[in-house]
């Protein structure tokens, strides 16, 4: 076994693609088949700047965006199409296929449900959970009773979803939202996005009761000037609950939003956290020595075993400081000793899969076989697993011996 090997570019492609992979940051409403947003929109009176897979990249989910908010322009017509459970159902059922096409088998799946509430279409976000759940669930079945599965020349594919509380939202966001906006009008706004995020974590309980894999909670949106602290009570509901917690943070903030995730959210891991080591965006007045608290803060997230979510092709399309994946903390991130998992976060909106984003991070940073292997790996021992602890070491197992056998064949 080519346990030296360290130079760049030294893994192949179709090994890459091979590898069993894990995806712990996947959003389902950034992750459509083109052909299938411009079938649901026809079907759904959706208007979208072209009717082509070729029209929408060029107008739409492009390659590089001038800035966050084209990037985001995108999942509003995605979210449009998803108003409907059948939708839902067949749009998750798509993404698992899609991954299990290059060698994923765990993805955790992550929505805000509370966008694809209509009154009209009689789809609450219970129900949108639930959607969700069946096409994934038909996805996994249909794979784990497969001839190679059966014989042990391949592993089982297994799925969580993690619900999405949202850090700030406006009345034109979802009819869900314009409701509360409606009915709690002596409250101020940031009692408002509390109060969804306490309903949401309600909701994943309830939701994790009826036997749905309900893995984790999520806190997603702006970070600038709304802080996770103000969703501190969702947080600690779920936390009693035993639903394990992620939150955005650090991905266009500075660590102090980290450790906040951490200190009021019970954070088991993080989402992007991309400027963990940028000591001059801490904004706080009562942290001082700055570099000091960063060294801290990656020291006790890589001593807890606190998992980072990096997504390299969308921090590269929507953060412009980062011009290289080069210039990427992920490898400072590794050289840390924290837990890094390579994820997509957005197969269409970041044009991106599982495979390219892990050739991306071994064309660009330097690995031996050992780190790569080890990087891979934790993508699953950091996963919210929806079975037992010994349910997931034996997974874990199983994806260890496949890694094993394709390492000795392809990297000989």
């Known amino acids: 076994m080519a346990g030296k090997l360290s130079a760049q570019h030294c893994f192949p492609r179709a090994f890459l693609a091979k590898i069993p992979k894990a995806d712990l940051h996947l959003h389902l409403d950034g992750s459509l088949r083109l052909t299938t947003l411009i079938e649901l929109a026809k079907k759904e009176g959706v208007a979208l700047p072209a009717y082509t897979p070729q029209g929408l990249q060029k107008t739409v989910f492009k390659e590089k965006y001038k800035n966050l908010g084209e990037y985001l322009r995108g999942f509003s017509y995605t979210t449009a199409v998803m108003q409907r459970a059948e939708n839902i159902e067949r749009i998750a059922y798509e993404l698992a296929r899609d991954c299990l096409a290059e060698g994923v088998r765990y993805i955790e799946v992550r929505f805000a449900p509370q966008l694809h509430y209509s009154y009209a279409k009689k789809l609450t976000p219970d129900a949108a959970v639930r959607a969700a759940a069946r096409g994934l669930r038909r996805a996994q079945r249909e794979h784990n009773q497969s001839a190679a599965v059966k014989s042990g020349t391949d592993i089982e594919f297994h799925y969580g979803l993690i619900l999405c509380a949202m850090r700030s939202f406006s009345r034109e966001t979802s009819p869900y939202y314009a409701y509360l906006f409606q009915t709690l009008v002596h409250a101020d706004k940031e009692q408002i996005f509390a ?55 650090g991905e266009a903030y500075g660590p102090e939003s980290i450790f906040q995730a951490i200190t009021d959210c019970h954070a088991n891991r993080i989402g992007h956290g991309t400027f963990l080591f940028d000591y001059k965006m801490i904004k706080d007045k009562k942290i001082t020595g700055g570099k000091k608290y960063v060294e801290e803060l990656a020291s006790y997230i890589a001593g807890e075993r606190i998992g980072v979510e990096v997504c390299i092709t969308s921090n590269l399309q929507t953060l412009p400081s980062i011009k290289t994946v080069a210039a990427h903390p992920v490898g400072r991130m590794i050289k840390a000793g924290l837990s890094v998992s390579i994820c997509t976060d957005n197969r269409l909106v970041s044009a991106t899969s599982s495979t390219k984003e892990l050739e991306l991070l071994c064309n660009n940073i330097k690995l031996t076989q050992k780190q790569l292997r080890n990087i891979v790996i934790a993508g699953f021992k950091g996963s919210f697993f929806p079975g037992s602890y010994n349910d997931k070491r034996r997974f874990i197992a199983a994806v260890v011996a496949r890694y094993d056998t394709l390492e000795a064949e392809y990297l000989k």
């Not at 749905?212 to 779920?238: K, S, T």
């Open 195 to 249: 109060i969804a995020s306490d309903e949401l974590a309600r909701a994943a309980v309830a939701l994790k009761k009826e036997g749905l894999p309900i893995v984790g909670f999520d806190l997603a949106g702006e970070e600038a000037g709304y802080p996770a602290e103000e969703h501190r009570r969702a947080y600690q509901y779920v936390h009693e609950a035993f639903i394990r917690k992620t939150v955005h943070a």
